[in-house]
């Protein structure tokens, strides 16, 4: 079993190196999916919906894979050849204060819209009551993950690290948005 995973981490490496953009896409892709799979396991469904579970997927495809490649490597030419302690203190903020508040914004307009086809109004009106608490509990959550990804994780595996953090950070966000919600229409 060993062999399997060291022969599969290998080709995922290989996959990294020869086509970094698009293997952290797949990448994201399927752990966004996996992410929605988990969340509605743990939110009590007694079957899981593969639609639902697709489009999760398309957002990590499309958007969180293709954003945490650019983002990384901008932030690696900001920051460039530069590990002290305050460039890493500088990275985190920069972070926070930019992609972070960013991509819970989109991703709570993406889960609304998308889906649980909610009207863009009922929408706004989720972003203004919830999001501060959510961008508030993501600055409990996410610098560590970027102080630990900064500091201890080599660059070219940071959307990986990045994306394994966002199983849980959208496994909570997903299971918020249903507690919190009623039905408005027959989510995908």
Same mark, same amino acid.
């Given at each position: 079993?060993?062999?399997?995973?060291?022969?599969?981490?290998?080709?995922?490496?290989?996959?990294?190196? &020869?086509?970094?953009?698009? %293997? &952290?896409?797949?990448?994201?892709?399927?752990?966004?999916?996996?992410?929605?799979?988990? @969340?509605?396991?743990?939110?009590?469904?007694?079957? /899981?919906?593969?639609?639902?579970?697709?489009?999760?997927?398309?957002?990590?495809?499309?958007?969180?894979?293709?954003?945490?490649?650019?983002?990384?490597?901008?932030?690696? =030419?900001?920051? @460039?050849?530069?590990?002290?302690?305050?460039?890493?203190?500088?990275?985190?903020?920069?972070?926070?204060?930019? =992609?972070?508040?960013?991509?819970?914004?989109?991703?709570?307009?993406?889960?609304? /819209?998308?889906?649980?086809?909610?009207?863009?109004?009922?929408?706004? @009106?989720? /972003?203004? %009551?919830?999001?501060?608490?959510?961008? /508030?509990?993501?600055?409990?959550?996410?610098?560590?993950?970027?102080?630990?990804?900064?500091?201890?994780?080599?660059?070219?595996?940071?959307?990986?690290?990045?994306?394994?953090?966002?199983?849980?950070?959208?496994?909570?966000?997903?299971?918020?948005?249903?507690?919190? %919600?009623?039905?408005? &229409? &027959? @989510?995908?």
């Amino acid at each position: 079993m060993a062999d399997i995973v060291q022969h599969g981490w290998e080709k995922y490496l290989y996959a990294l190196q &020869k086509y970094p953009l698009r %293997t &952290k896409a797949i990448t994201a892709g399927v752990l966004a999916g996996s992410s929605d799979m988990m @969340a509605q396991k743990l939110g009590g469904a007694k079957s /899981l919906q593969f639609k639902r579970s697709f489009f999760m997927a398309l957002y990590g495809l499309l958007y969180a894979g293709p954003f945490g490649h650019f983002f990384h490597k901008l932030m690696d =030419s900001i920051f @460039a050849g530069r590990r002290d302690g305050k460039t890493l203190l500088k990275k985190v903020l920069t972070e926070q204060l930019t =992609s972070g508040p960013w991509n819970n914004f989109l991703f709570m307009c993406y889960i609304g /819209l998308v889906l649980e086809r909610r009207p863009w109004s009922a929408v706004k @009106a989720r /972003l203004s %009551t919830d999001y501060p608490s959510v961008q /508030l509990n993501a600055w409990r959550f996410w610098p560590i993950v970027s102080l630990l990804n900064y500091r201890y994780v080599p660059p070219q595996l940071r959307v990986l690290f990045q994306n394994l953090a966002a199983v849980c950070w959208g496994t909570f966000l997903i299971l918020s948005s249903k507690k919190h %919600t009623p039905v408005l &229409k &027959k @989510a995908i």
